[in-house]
């Protein structure tokens, strides 16, 4: 390889990462110095207890929330160099975030709800595009059906090929079975593992779900606003 060729920066890097917010009690120290690298392509879950902070990390992570201290850096851009405008243009396209409670939009059908992102992205067959995804996630059938139409399971998986639909380099997942049964939890945490190494996207993913943890290349554990091993 020349010289010249540096490796692609990580998806992801926190480093010394402090989150504190204001509260009635007084400000609450919910990130307390948190380091994670993820690399191209790894698949990282994290786990800990109720309120260690793991939705917190993936907020800061994804850009949604300031860091108090410390730095977080998406495909090497520091977020603190950008105004809102730069963190959204640098997300876009590259990050999608899937949750525990889908947030598919509720007037829109299936198809319509996959098509946003392209037609934002400027994709000319944004429809065409995104009824292809719907078929790979096995929805053909629901194209045109509304998400209160939709099961628990179905809703996510419309939310997952929502999220990969444009190729993103890294996948947040804020517990993204969390709401289902173990049967559709498994078939949801199938697509998404074949999905995310299909286009080649990172995944933080949160689960209280050992067996989903034990499917991802590392483990984080937080507790209490740190992470622990
Ligand atoms: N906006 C906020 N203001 C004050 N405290 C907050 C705020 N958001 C979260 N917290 C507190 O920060 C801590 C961490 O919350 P977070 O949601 O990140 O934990 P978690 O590990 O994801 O928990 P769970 O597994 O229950 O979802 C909790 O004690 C929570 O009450």
């Not at 993820?38 to 109720?50: C, F, I, K, L």
């Not at 639909?165 to 890294?170: D, I, K, M, N, Q």
Request: a negative charge.
């Amino acid at each position: 390889m020349p010289d010249d060729v540096s490796p692609p920066a990580p998806p992801l890097a926190l480093s010394a990462v402090a989150l504190t917010l204001p509260s009635a009690a007084g400000p609450v120290n919910i990130l307390r110095g948190v380091d994670l690298t993820v690399n191209v392509g790894e698949r990282v879950a994290v786990v800990g207890p109720s309120g260690s902070g793991k939705s917190s990390l993936i907020a800061v992570a994804a850009g949604l929330e300031d860091p108090t201290a410390g730095a977080a850096h998406l495909f090497g851009q520091d977020l603190a160099t950008l105004n809102e405008d730069g963190r959204a243009r640098l997300r876009r396209g590259r990050t999608a975030l899937v949750f525990q409670s889908f947030h598919l939009l509720p007037n829109m059908t299936a198809e319509e709800n996959v098509a946003t992102p392209l037609e934002i992205a400027g994709a000319d067959d944004a429809l065409a595009t995104a009824r292809a995804w719907l078929g790979r996630v096995g929805l053909s059938a629901r194209l045109t059906h509304y998400p209160h139409q939709l099961s628990g399971g179905e809703q996510q998986r419309v939310a997952l090929a929502r999220a990969l639909t444009v190729r993103p380099a890294l996948l947040f997942a804020d517990e993204p079975t969390g709401n289902l049964d173990s049967v559709s939890a498994t078939s949801v945490a199938d697509l998404m593992f074949n999905l995310v190494a299909e286009v080649g996207a990172a995944l933080v993913m949160v689960t209280h779900d050992q067996a989903l943890a034990a499917r991802a290349d590392r483990i984080v554990r937080m507790a209490d606003g740190r992470i622990a091993s």
